[in-house]
Nanobody, 120 residues
Framework: QLQLVESGGGLVQPGGSLRLSCAAS????????VGWFRQAPGKEPEGVSC???????NYLDSVKGRFTISRDNAKNTVYLQMNSLKPEDTDVYYC??????????????WGQGTQVTVSS
């Protein structure tokens, strides 16, 4: 079975930091493009960042300079380091994986999400 499990979400004050983890089981994550998405109630989901099989990285403009995506192949995990968090970053964050070499528009495997809340 192929699974993705997100962790690391929680409540943080504006300006604080969180590190989200996306751990894979049943397959080698280094052979997949991995994306982070977020969705707030009443809003369309948006892509936050993606790292391709070849190491290419994309970021949503509003998170550039604040968020960093990375891989730890030994742990079969992809991370999203989130610094200088803002209230508008509040969302459920999902990771997704796809065997495409480059980051695709549609991902096959999705995690269940982790809540990030940025508030005083």
């Amino acid at each position: 079975q192929l699974q993705l499990v997100e962790s690391g979400g929680g409540l943080v004050q504006p300006g604080g930091s969180l590190r989200l983890s996306c751990a894979a089981s049943g397959f080698r994550l280094d052979y997949y493009a991995v994306g982070w998405f977020r969705q707030a109630p009443g809003k369309e989901p948006e892509g936050v960042s993606c790292i391709s099989r070849g190491g290419g990285i994309n970021y949503l403009d509003s998170v550039k300079g604040r968020f960093t995506i990375s891989r730890d192949n030994a742990k079969n995990t992809v991370y999203l380091q989130m610094n200088s968090l803002k209230p508008e970053d509040t969302d459920v964050y999902y990771c997704a994986a796809d065997p495409s070499y480059v980051c695709p528009e549609s991902f096959i495997y999705w995690g269940q999400g982790t809540q990030v809340t940025v508030s005083s």
